[in-house]
């Protein structure tokens, strides 16, 4: 089983709609957990921090969910340019080695 | 300016040959990692680097040497390169030691034929 597991999609959603993805993780000794997004061929870049409370950045929504090892990410009103892969990403101790999962592709159609 | 780059962006090479990757940050961070990513896989750390001189392994560190003498420069060698090695590499640093967010640069695209 892989340590961090995503949906690799393609989701095919359209625009103005909103959309969720799941993460799971399999040690339920993981300290941090992020949202990266990745545009085709380029690097990743922070999202967005999964806090325990959850919490909010504008349209996007980040939830954990401890007891059952997952974390989400939920979209509202997509637009054209949320179309990336988005990468789960899970922190398990302090020496900062981040574990990766493969992403899920987000594809938004007009 | 200041950032993170990679060079070369592009690489063709042949099987047994040794191969270095570049990576530069002028942030001064202390943290620098080099990851692979290929087709179905997350992101994995090959090397990790906390200071100059100190390094260590990663998930897949089999095939690649780093070196860190300056904080600025962390390159990765492949020895002696293989088709498996295909693959895009990216460099990463963390600024502040309470974040644990990475600042990567733009990768670079390596064939091994």
């Known amino acids: 089983r892989k340590e961090v597991e995503q949906d690799p999609g393609p989701f095919n959603v359209p625009e103005g709609a909103t959309v969720a993805f799941n993460c799971t993780y399999s040690n339920s000794a993981s300290q941090s957990f992020f949202w990266y997004r990745q545009d085709c061929r380029k690097e990743p870049k922070l999202l967005m921090s999964v806090y325990s409370s959850g919490n909010e950045d504008g349209r996007f929504t980040a939830q954990l969910n401890r007891a059952s090892q997952y974390i989400s990410l939920l979209i509202r009103d997509s637009k054209l340019s949320d179309s990336a892969t988005y990468l789960c990403v899970v922190n398990m101790d302090s020496n900062y080695q981040l574990i990766w999962g493969a992403g899920t592709k987000l594809i938004i159609k007009p | 300016d200041a950032g993170i780059t990679q060079s070369p962006r592009y690489k063709i090479t042949e099987t047994g040959r040794q191969v270095t990757l570049m990576c530069h940050q002028t942030w001064s961070h202390s943290y620098m990692f080099w990851y692979r990513q290929d087709l179905g896989h997350g992101l994995r750390l090959i090397y990790y680097?906390?200071?100059?001189?100190?390094?260590d392994k990663g998930e897949v560190p089999d095939g690649y040497v780093v070196s860190r003498s300056k904080t600025e420069n962390f390159p990765l060698t492949l020895e002696s390169a293989t088709r498996s090695q295909t693959s895009v590499y990216f460099c990463?640093?963390?600024?502040?030691?309470?974040?644990?967010?990475?600042?990567f640069g733009p990768g670079t695209r390596l064939t091994v034929t």
């Open positions: 990463a640093s963390i600024g502040a030691r309470s974040s644990y967010e990475q600042y």
């Open positions: 680097s906390a200071a100059a001189d100190i390094t």
